[in-house]
């Protein structure tokens, strides 16, 4: 028998040995299920005939909580073991990817260690040896990390150096092995092109076994608390930060949980798109929502979606685009946010305050110097809210001695009128009748000092437009647009007419957020941002305070900057307004999505921009196809995707511009492709053909994508260059794009050796 046969014996007996313990570990979980959901059962029966159905005394109290308390932990064991069962059933599946042998330099074992790495980890129930590692555990981070020679990693007591002998990587399907082979330092190129080059399918995909030692480093990085991870569309950055999510809840096990994990997604497509990835690495989902869903949750108002905005933006045009443009630019800027936070300074030293002296029958109760001092001062420890009502409370508490006085003088004039030898005490009735008395006079007082706690939050965002002097002079140095009074025009009127802007959103939140007005999630613990370019420094703000207990991982690619007119802060303004949190900038520049074919043409569009480099897996040129008119172009589309889908592509994107573009061509071919509309208020994300706008496809991928038109008409100016790059980003096999009429202006920079041309079947 060769080596090469001696290996593979011992591997498949190791395997046989490994799926024989899994065996019986499910079995083992489907027998305690079994026992639990029986006693679950067996105890609400239980509960049901024997406990009183009515509270009658103490005792019945006490058994009533005695009989819950245990109902709830058999449901919580229950609940324990069925966690485990898929990931067993995924391990009986494929238990393990890879192995490295490894010697430490000091300490025992002196002999070789065999780590077989897994998704989860795996323990033989007799003889306690370890049959799989977690792949998130400490020693399985070289595998990522390290070819064969030297090594280390970090342990609970330190640092472990030592060698790696031995790196390996397994094909293992339906609890077969397919193939196995030595590798060295980069995951192997066979096994990563063949993953890579499978179809994309309806939702994210886990990448344990692909793991590039760049992304290693992002997964495992405890030592700061602000991580910004910048990456070229295709490098993995959602992929990456979810893996950091499972690597977290196993590192701290115990201390954190998934309901302290928050996933801002940039919409609710996205956030199916990735529902699958914890689950499949054995952890629960964590919280998904949208920047869009707090807004909602904490503003009186209705306000713009981030995808309404583009809508307008990429779609409107003249003095109102311009206008708008303007709104923008300056309430996403860091000139804005100074300006907030020196507003929020201004109205919590007591200017603007509600507060009036309060008279009472020509006699004063307090004045209004005396409560803004204690707005001030004494209740400064409160949130801006909170120190209203407890001024409002104060002026009410002084009111009081002042009221019963009056009542006092009512009632000896109604005993006078009533009784004047005053041989009888007075009435019930007169009684309530000076009660009355007392309340009619006082109550015009109280209505107006318990509207003082009352906020109107959007009313204080309102107020800084409708005084521009005020807001020039919380400016100070900062710039402001020459626009401003046509902004602060049509910023009041949108609040005046119950809806604002995406824009104005943020800044609201913010401002309400900032002067205690919204409960602090202080349960959060970690907070992933998704597509970060598309935040302001208003939205990190915002984050900041709604999160104080959070650390944060931003994901970003400033080329998929795709809003026109808001920008990611750099890394200095992000460190202002993280301050306290240790910060960490990664960078990584490798796609894995796209054929290099694809990466090419897509960088020849975005000219300039961050660095990005293609992996070596080949594919079709990117075709142009010309068409005659709009008419042309989107009936050949048609016939583009039956040649597509004959050809054995699963997932087809018809990227369109804007949503209006979108319903036209699904419209028009929909039923003639089998494709499916995705808009804005989906919550699922479509496997198979979908026609999609361009801003909703972010985070996204195809196994082809189709443009509906890059002509001139469509892409035409500088701001819609990464527009255009990000959705010709989204393909990961086969890109083509129609372009109706003149092809855009932003396609010449292509040189022509990077893609293909043919022509559009006319219209018929």
């Known amino acids: 028998m060769t080596p090469a046969e001696r290996e593979w014996t011992y591997e498949k007996e190791r395997l046989e040995r490994t799926l024989e313990e899994v065996s019986r570990r499910i079995k083992a979980v489907e027998a305690t299920l079994g026992q639990h959901r029986s006693e679950v059962i067996s105890a609400r029966v239980d509960m049901w005939e024997n406990m009183p159905r009515l509270v009658r005394s103490w005792d019945d109290i006490v058994e009533l909580t005695q009989n819950q308390e245990l109902l709830n932990q058999q449901e919580r064991n229950y609940l324990f073991y069925s966690k485990m069962l898929p990931t067993l059933r995924r391990l009986a599946d494929s238990p393990y990817f890879g192995r490295i042998d490894f010697q430490a330099e000091h300490g025992m074992p002196r002999k070789p260690i065999q780590v077989y790495i897994g998704i989860a980890g795996l323990t033989h129930a007799e003889t306690g040896e370890h049959l799989i590692?977690?792949?998130?555990?400490?020693?399985?981070?070289?595998?990522?990390?390290?070819?064969?020679?030297?090594?280390?990693?970090?342990?609970?007591?330190?640092?472990?150096?030592?060698?790696?002998?031995?790196?390996?990587?397994?094909?293992?399907?339906?609890?077969?092995?397919?193939?196995?082979?030595?590798?060295?330092?980069?995951?192997?190129?066979?096994?990563?092109?063949?993953?890579?080059?499978?179809s994309a399918d309806s939702k994210m995909k886990v990448i344990v076994q692909t793991i590039q030692r760049e992304q290693n480093k992002v997964i495992r990085d405890e030592d700061h608390r602000l991580l910004i991870v910048q990456g070229p569309a295709g490098s993995g950055k959602t992929s990456i930060a979810l893996h950091r999510v499972a690597y977290f809840l196993y590192r701290y096990r115990g201390d954190l949980r998934a309901d302290q994990v928050l996933v801002l997604s940039p919409n609710e497509i996205f956030s199916d798109y990735i529902s699958d990835v914890l689950p499949e690495l054995g952890e629960e989902?964590?919280?998904?929502?949208?920047?869009?869903?707090?807004?909602?949750?904490?503003?009186?108002?209705?306000?713009?979606?981030?995808?309404?905005?583009?809508?307008?933006?990429?779609?409107?045009?003249?003095?109102?685009?311009?206008?708008?443009?303007?709104?923008?630019?300056?309430?996403?800027?860091?000139?804005?946010?100074?300006?907030?936070?020196?507003?929020?300074?201004?109205?919590?030293?007591?200017?603007?305050?509600?507060?009036?002296?309060?008279?009472?029958?020509?006699?004063?109760?307090?004045?209004?110097?005396?409560?803004?001092e204690l707005f001030r001062e004494q209740y400064s420890y409160l949130p801006y809210g909170k120190r209203l009502d407890k001024a409002a409370r104060r002026a009410l508490f002084l009111l009081e001695p002042h009221e019963a006085a009056r009542l006092e003088e009512i009632r000896a004039e109604l005993r006078r009128m009533s009784d004047p030898d005053n041989k009888n005490g007075l009435?019930?009735?007169?009684?309530?009748?000076?009660?009355?008395?007392?309340?009619?006079?006082?109550?015009?007082?109280?209505e107006r000092v318990e509207a003082w706690g009352r906020v109107d939050w959007m009313g204080i965002y309102r107020a800084l437009f409708a005084d521009l002097d005020l807001l020039r002079r919380l400016a100070g140095d900062q710039p402001i647009p020459e626009e401003i009074a046509d902004i602060a025009r049509i910023t009041v009127e949108a609040i005046d007419g119950g809806r604002i802007g995406y824009e104005d959103a943020a800044c609201a939140l913010y401002l309400k957020a900032a002067l205690g007005g919204v409960e602090a999630m202080t349960h959060i613990r970690h907070v992933v941002v998704d597509e970060s370019q598309d935040y302001s420094p208003i939205h990190y703000m915002a984050m900041r305070v709604l999160f104080p207990n959070a650390s944060f991982t931003l994901l970003g690619d400033r080329n998929q900057a795709i809003h026109p007119h808001l920008h990611m802060p750099d890394t200095g303004e992000l460190e202002r307004i993280f301050s306290g949190l240790s910060c960490a900038k990664i960078r990584m520049v490798t796609s894995y999505r796209s054929t290099r074919e694809i990466v090419t043409f897509t960088?020849?569009?975005?000219?300039?921009?961050?660095?990005?480099?293609?992996?070596?897996?080949?594919?079709?040129?990117?075709?142009?196809?010309?068409?005659?008119?709009?008419?042309?172009?989107?009936?050949?589309?048609?016939?583009?995707?039956?040649?597509?889908?004959?050809?054995?592509?699963?997932?087809?994107?018809?990227?369109?511009?804007?949503?209006?573009?979108?319903?036209?061509?699904?419209?028009?071919?929909?039923?003639?492709?089998?494709?499916?509309?995705?808009?804005?208020?989906?919550?699922?994300?479509?496997?198979?053909?979908?026609?999609?706008?361009?801003?909703?496809?972010?985070?996204?991928?195809?196994?082809?994508?189709?443009?509906?038109?890059?002509?001139?008409?469509?892409?035409?100016?500088?701001?819609?260059?990464?527009?255009?790059?990000?959705?010709?980003?989204?393909?990961?096999?086969?890109?083509?794009?129609?372009c109706a009429g003149e092809p855009s202006p932003l396609l010449a920079g292509v040189p022509p050796e990077c893609y293909r041309v043919a022509q559009a079947e006319p219209a018929r």
């Not at 070289?142 to 020679?149: I, L, N, Q, V």
């Not at 019930?428 to 007392?438: F, I, Q």
């Open 133 to 198: 590692y977690d792949w998130r555990a400490p020693i399985s981070s070289m595998f990522y990390d390290y070819e064969p020679g030297p090594a280390s990693y970090k342990a609970h007591g330190g640092r472990i150096d030592g060698e790696i002998l031995l790196k390996r990587q397994y094909k293992i399907e339906r609890g077969e092995l397919r193939y196995m082979f030595d590798t060295d330092l980069k995951i192997d190129d066979d096994l990563l092109q063949e993953i890579l080059g499978k």
């Open 285 to 372: 989902n964590v919280v998904q929502k949208t920047f869009w869903n707090y807004v909602r949750a904490w503003l009186d108002i209705s306000a713009e979606t981030l995808a309404d905005q583009m809508e307008f933006l990429l779609g409107a045009g003249g003095e109102g685009r311009r206008l708008r443009k303007a709104s923008i630019e300056f309430k996403g800027s860091p000139a804005f946010l100074r300006i907030l936070q020196n507003y929020v300074k201004h109205l919590e030293s007591g200017a603007g305050t509600p507060f009036e002296d309060i008279v009472f029958r020509d006699k004063v109760v307090v004045t209004r110097e005396s409560l803004v």
């Open 427 to 446: 009435s019930k009735e007169l009684r309530r009748l000076s009660n009355r008395m007392v309340r009619e006079e006082t109550a015009p007082i109280k």
């Open 603 to 738: 960088k020849a569009i975005l000219g300039e921009g961050e660095p990005i480099e293609p992996i070596d897996r080949s594919g079709e040129k990117p075709l142009i196809v010309e068409a005659a008119d709009a008419q042309s172009a989107t009936l050949d589309i048609a016939r583009t995707v039956q040649s597509l889908l004959g050809e054995g592509f699963r997932s087809i994107g018809i990227i369109c511009k804007t949503a209006s573009d979108a319903h036209e061509v699904h419209q028009a071919i929909g039923t003639r492709c089998g494709a499916a509309l995705v808009t804005k208020n989906d919550r699922r994300f479509t496997r198979g053909v979908v026609v999609i706008p361009s801003y909703l496809a972010k985070g996204l991928e195809f196994d082809a994508v189709v443009i509906h038109d890059a002509g001139q008409s469509r892409y035409a100016g500088e701001e819609e260059r990464k527009l255009l790059y990000t959705a010709c980003t989204r393909a990961l096999h086969r890109l083509v794009l129609y």
